[in-house]
């Protein structure tokens, strides 16, 4: 964090949990351990709620686009593809759940996005971060599995001429 995000971090809390207090929201240090949104302290907005949400939303997307590669290894990486194949039926259907949700909060995403409302802002944020407890459960389940059976993988790897 930067000097000058130092000293604007204690007003933009105070701000934050003005409105974690006004809409229910998780507190400023879960949000900041799950989103960082400390690095949103230097922008001067009277739309918090939705620069948050945004914030929030760079980091779902990072994620949800990972899981569409595994389900759809099109055009991917060979890292992706070698994550692909360790990868059995059990995962792949855990996968396409979480893919699921994630396609559902993508799209309340673009709803929100469409017409500003503190209200709505504050709703979608405060589901979101309750939903992202538990995708972070099943993404750490998956990687878990992942990083399991990447030794296995590597290992095969050194076998293989890729030119």
Known sequence: MTKESEQYLPKFK???????????????????????????????TDYLLREIRRFTAEKFFNYFRF?????????????????????GQKEKDKLTELYKKFAGLELEFISIDIEYSEE????????FCK??????KEMNS?????????????????????G
């Open 14 to 44: 105070k701000t934050y949990e003005k409105l974690a207090k006004k809409h229910s929201l998780p507190n400023f240090d879960q949000m900041n351990q799950d989103f960082h949104i400390e690095k949103l302290a230097e922008i001067e």
């Open 67 to 87: 899981v569409e590669s595994l389900l759809n290894p099109t055009n991917a990486s060979m890292f992706t593809f070698s994550i692909v194949k360790t990868l």
């Open 120 to 127: 709505k802002e504050a709703k979608f944020l405060k589901q």
């Open 131 to 136: 939903d992202w407890q538990e995708i972070k």
């Open 142 to 162: 998956i990687l878990e599995f992942i990083k399991k059976n990447w030794k296995n993988k590597a290992k095969n790897l050194d076998k293989n001429y890729f």
